[in-house]
């Protein structure tokens, strides 16, 4: 099996990659037109052992960049990687992933599919011909290639010492804007990006925030539907003081364990409140405030 | 001299009739047993030879045999002892052999000649009632149970007790069959502080008899609310606790005290139990765990924990309420309909949705676990609910609800359930549609969901099930970091 390719100089080959010090001489492509390169792109990266914050963020960030007509770029990780790619996707928005290893494999092996379904409409890159095992150290190469995509980047989740970070090093190295999602100062996953902020990265409240640096017209806002019930009406309000457990949203808002669960599920499908781990959040962080912390 | 005593072979969870032939021949003294004896019953030659002696009888100094006929059918255990014995001592004269006519005989003996219970007497008794004996002679011990079949037991402490009474020397008290209610103290829902979610999860499993996946962090209290979900089901009915009984007796797990089961069994097999201990086995099968628990509940503690074997061999219970066991030495079936509840953590480490703990667990790790649940296990619970870290002003409340004002509701829910089904209103069926559309729910989710919808229904004493009664049912269907 032959896989396209686009050469430094020749036609399609990415401009912002030329921005490199160290541009590949040759891209293997699989999937979509080359020209999806050439568009406006944000890279999304992060923990690939993320928590179901991290997973949240990730997720709705790419599926309102997506929606906005902005191409997400990723790794095709495990965990923050993966959640970008499918939140594009469920936009029905392209998304490109880099691999660090040959272009005919699919690593990890349970991304198989998911990678069928991003070069479906979107593409599959890589710098190495086909054949090339994954290896650790190939992986940093691969981030530069991320970073070197995108015209921003984008970390959800990373430790102190993740690989995520690399691609905001490079990112930065290349003048690029970089963002960091806040986190707990008590989440070791919240670490990395809590730094970057401190050491000037832009703090992401929003979808907004990357938006409006691009020169996009953000959407406007989630509004929510004034048919709730007055039960999960209650919930809502409920759960923007903080995320909860289903007991303790039955404590706080006075009703009992049957009516939130019914509550919940009229939110859910209204897109309003997501739970994980049996802990619910809700959706859209109010304006102005960073995500609810649980516990708080 | 010829004799003959009447005794019965288990099988499964049935008895086949077994004759106990004895024959005394001139010649050196010698005793053999015949007939496929395993090695227990082999060894009854010496506890039948002391007992005989340690009940002040003769043991006949003749060449001995002793068949077991079907001689093709394998004789296990040691319940032959007492027809053994009998048969010998008929066979010397010592009893009249015509008096062993019309009765059945199962035990085990010591060596002192005393009477010990053996496993399936209710079985035997039952199958002695069927081919027309009117008593069975039995230890003491198991003379309640045995008299459940519907037969006169003969209660005996000792062979020598045995051999009075077939002269006609002795008459033991008439033995009532055990029928009064073993109130064992289930544990009770109102030890349970705050889970309100758990609580009322708990109360639709036991209305609509569904299967229950709990998870969350350890130490939320998983296990103990699994506990208490016996003490929410009925009662069972005679029927029913005569079969669970005979499952339990042929088992040898009976309790001598309360010998009928009337509350439904609980059973939890630890994790590292053998397919063959959890859905039966065997050379001569054996019930296992999930037939122990008919009519009852098996708690899974830990489910990711057992064996892949195990947890795939549940399926066929589940989907028939049956287990086939079968073997080279013939087919059984047993009976195994009961409410699986299953406990898990959400990653190996267990911090997983625990805020003051961190999760340490690797991607690999953690998708190795979710992979140890099939999509084909994880689909027979129509119920996952999660378990969080409960906060500590929970801890402080209140108790709960008492199980008998649970099982208030539950009992007329059922009924409903049994009677007249609700069925799906308009506006349910489409919240179903909108579900279907944007939640990851599949085809088989959406009929489980049905399932519970009905349950919560009938629960609220509704003919239709209406939105909220499957938007709640909705809120039970499992969660896509399980079944990713």
Redesign the interface.
């Known amino acids: 099996m032959t896989f396209p390719t686009v050469s430094r100089g020749g036609p399609g080959y990415p401009p912002l990659l030329t921005e490199l010090h160290d541009p590949p001489a040759r891209l293997y492509l699989r999937g979509g037109p080359p020209k999806i390169l050439a568009r406006t792109s944000v890279a999304i990266v992060g923990a690939r052992s993320c928590s179901p914050y991290g997973v949240q963020v990730a997720r709705e960030l790419a599926r309102e960049l997506a929606g906005a007509g902005v191409v997400v770029v990723s790794g095709l990780a495990r965990g923050v990687d993966g959640e970008a790619h499918r939140g594009a996707l469920a936009a029905g928005g392209l998304t490109v992933a880099v691999l660090g290893c040959g272009i005919d494999r699919d690593y990890p092996k349970a991304h198989a599919e998911l990678a069928r379904r991003i070069s479906e409409s979107g593409l599959v890159v890589s710098e190495y011909p086909p054949g090339v095992e994954p290896s650790p150290w190939r992986f940093p190469a691969r981030n530069r290639l991320v970073a070197g995509l995108a015209t921003a980047t984008v970390v959800v989740e990373a430790r102190r010492r993740s690989g995520a970070l690399i691609t905001a090093d490079f990112a930065l190295e290349l003048g690029r804007d970089v963002f960091a999602v806040p986190g707990e100062i008590t989440s070791g996953l919240s670490e990395g990006t809590n730094d970057l902020i401190r050491q000037g990265a832009t703090p992401l409240l929003g979808a907004a925030d990357v938006l409006e640096a691009l020169g996009i017209e953000p959407e406007p806002p989630v509004i929510v539907p004034t048919s709730l019930s007055p039960e999960a009406e209650n919930v809502w309000s409920a759960l923007r003081a903080g995320a909860m457990t289903l007991d303790e949203i039955s404590r706080t808002a006075g009703i009992g364990a049957a009516e939130v669960a019914v509550a919940l599920t009229e939110l859910e499908l209204a897109g309003l409140v997501v739970g994980a781990d049996g802990i619910y959040r809700a959706r859209t962080p109010p304006p102005g405030r960073g995500p609810p912390p649980y516990g708080a | 001299m010829l004799a003959r005593a009447v005794t019965h072979a288990l099988v499964g969870l049935e008895a086949r009739p077994v004759e106990v032939e004895a024959h005394l021949q001139r010649g050196v003294p010698a005793f053999a047993i015949v007939g496929l004896p395993d090695k227990a019953c082999q060894e009854a030659k010496e506890r039948v030879r002391s007992g005989i002696t340690s009940a002040e009888l003769e043991w006949p100094l003749r060449r001995i045999t002793v068949n077991l006929a079907p001689a093709g059918l394998r004789k296990e255990g040691s319940g032959y002892d007492l027809p053994i014995a009998l048969a010998v001592l008929a066979a010397s004269h010592q009893i009249p052999p015509e008096s062993l006519q019309g009765h059945a005989a199962v035990g085990e003996l010591g060596l002192d000649g005393r009477l010990r219970p053996v496993p399936g007497a209710i079985v035997a008794a039952e199958a002695a009632r069927r081919a027309g004996l009117p008593r069975l002679l039995c230890p003491l011990e198991s003379a309640p149970e045995a008299a459940l079949a519907g037969i006169e037991a003969v209660p005996l402490r000792h062979l020598a007790e045995a051999g009075a009474f077939l002269r006609g020397r002795f008459r033991p008290d008439a033995v009532q069959p055990a029928t009064a209610r073993s109130n064992g103290a289930a544990p009770d829902l109102a030890d349970v502080r ?4 758990g ?2 999860a708990l109360e639709i499993v036991a209305a609509g008899r569904h299967n229950l996946l709990l ?2 962090p350890p130490g939320t209290g998983k296990t103990m609310l699994a506990r208490r979900l016996p003490a929410l089901l009925p009662p069972l009915s005679l029927d029913q606790a005569l079969e669970v009984t005979r499952i339990h007796s042929v088992v040898g797990v009976l309790s001598a005290a309360h010998p009928l089961v009337d509350r439904p069994p609980f059973r939890a097999p630890h994790h590292t139990a053998s397919a063959a201990a959890v859905v039966g086995g065997g050379p001569g099968p054996r019930p296992g765990e999930v037939s122990l628990a008919h009519h009852g509940v098996l708690l899974l503690d830990e489910l990711p924990e057992f064996h892949r074997p195990v947890l795939e061999a549940l399926r066929q219970p589940l989907e028939d309420g049956v287990v086939a066991v079968v073997r080279v030495g013939g087919q059984a079936i047993f009976p195994a309909r009961f409410v699986l509840v299953g406990t898990m953590n ?1 990653c190996p480490c267990g911090a ?2 625990d ?1 003051a703990v ?2 340490t ?3 690999q790790r ?2 190795a676990y979710g992979r140890k649940l099939s999509r084909a296990l994880l689909d027979r619970f129509d119920l996952v609910v ?3 870290r ?2 500590g002003r ?1 801890l402080d409340s209140t108790p709960g609800e008492a199980s008998a004002a649970v099982r208030d509701r539950v009992e007329p829910a059922a009924e409903r359930l049994r009677e007249r089904r609700p069925r799906l209103g308009t506006e349910a069926r489409e ?1 179903l549609v ?2 279907v559309d ?2 990851p729910l599949s085809g088989r989710g959406r009929a489980r969901v049905a399932r519970v919808a009905a349950t ?1 229904a009938a629960l609220a004493d509704a003919e239709t099930i209406d939105a ?1 009664h499957v ?2 049912a ?3 269907r499992a ?1 896509p ?1 399980l079944t990713t």
């Open positions: 705050g889970q309100e979610r609580r009322r998870a969350g959400l997983r949705g805020p961190e999760c667990c690797s991607p953690l998708a999660h378990m969080p409960p906060r929970e919240l909108r579900a944007t939640l919560v909220q938007a709640e909705l809120s039970y969660p970091e």
